[in-house]
Each structure stands twice: as C-alpha cells, then as structure tokens.
T-cell receptor
C-alpha cells in the first residue's frame, strides 16, 4: 500500500523531444506528489509538485499530469535538453509527512 | 546561504566498526530525515525526526541509530549490525505542515574496506 511504482527505469530521448515518466500508487491517503531531479553525486532537488485537486500543473518545460481515479501521475519534459540528463524520482506522501519514493528513471537526452 | 551540509562526502568502514554521518541544516526546519539510496531502488527511509529529542524508525532502520539533540543536527550512526552498509546516504529536512518540500544535502557515500 505504501509503494510507488515508477517507469521506465531508463529513457533515451533526442534533443527537442518529449520525455515522459510515469508513476502509479495504491495508497489513497497520498495527497502530495512531488518530482525530484538528481544529478550524479548530488542530492535530489525538488522539480515540481502537485496536489490531487488539480489534474495538471505546468512550470516552464515541466508538466505534471495527475489522474486521481487511475491513481497515476506523470512528468512530461517538453523540448528536452542534454542538461536535463539526470535521474528523476516521483514521490508521494499523506499530509506532507514522510515521502515514499519511486525507483527512479535515468534520463539521457542525446544532442 | 541556507542549506543542508552532510559530511564527510566519502567514508570507509572497517569490519565491526561503527561510523557516524553528520547532517547539519541552517534552514530552521523542524523535521529531518535520513535516506539510503542503492542503484535501482530509489530512496528508502531509515529514520526521521519531527521535533528535537524525538525520532521514529523508517522502513529500514535495522543496523542504524540516530539522535536529535539539537534542531540543526541529525547524525546517523551506521553500526556493525548493518551487514550491507555500502550505499549513498542522503539527509533531508523540511518545515512541518502539508505540502512542504523536502530539501536534501549532497550525500555521503559509505564503502566497506
């Protein structure tokens, strides 16, 4: 019930393309869904987050889509750039407390 | 600049030895967390603390211990009981309340000699 399933494990995209990473959860008590970006040797940094009362949130080239009935949410990176190459983690928490993380997606954007 | 400082960046442990990883934050955050990161497994919660002098076990607390004597500090001890300690350890902190983002340090990489 506490798991967050993330896919794909790795993703290769051409520069300018769209990167899509998907996550699914079971615990209906989850009400906060952040995405983190991590570069090698660094800690994760918050990229964008969404609450279940909205179906989409956009910040620059990054968009979260949220489907409450399906218990799924996804990250879309538009116009992907080589500098976006990193590991991305979805996460979820009930009431903003302890986070449960997905397994991570290693994104490579080829020039 | 406010942030979370983890030290050391790299640490080596001998058999039967306890080692302590440091985590200090100057963000005035109430809650602090320790995660373990292994390849392909995401981040797993070891311990967390929402207030000074109080902490709770996470999902993989066996072989680890923590203390929270000051708001700014949340050290993690990897004991000799942790048989597979090689991993990347991340400390995070946050304000309490709904939807507060967790801020992470840059981690400590622990290896066995």
């Amino acid at each position: 019930q506490q798991q967050v399933k993330q896919s794909p494990q790795s993703l290769i995209v051409q520069k300018g393309g769209i990167s899509i990473i998907n996550c699914a959860y079971e615990n209906t008590a989850f009400d906060y869904f952040p995405w983190y970006q991590q570069f090698p040797g660094k800690g994760p940094a918050l990229l964008i987050a969404i609450r279940p009362d909205v179906s989409e949130k956009k910040e620059g080239r990054f968009t979260i889509s949220f489907n409450k009935s399906a218990k799924q949410f996804s990250l879309h990176i538009m116009d992907s750039q080589p500098g976006d190459s990193a590991t991305y983690f979805c996460a979820a928490s009930p009431g903003g407390s302890r986070l449960t993380f997905g397994e991570g997606t290693q994104l490579t954007v080829n020039p | 600049d406010g942030g979370i400082t983890q030290s050391p960046k790299y640490l080596f442990r001998k058999e039967g030895q306890n080692v302590t990883l440091s985590c200090e934050q100057n963000l005035n955050h109430d809650a602090m967390y320790w995660y373990r990161q292994d390849p392909g497994q995401g981040l797993r919660l070891i311990y967390y603390s929402q207030i000074v002098n109080d902490f709770q076990k996470g999902d993989i607390a066996e072989g680890y211990s923590v203390s929270r004597e000051k708001k700014e500090s949340f050290p993690l001890t990897v004991t000799s009981a942790q048989k597979n300690p090689t991993a990347f350890y991340l400390c995070a902190s946050t304000l309490t309340g709904r939807g507060q983002p967790q801020h992470f340090g840059d981690g400590t990489r622990l290896s066995i000699l």
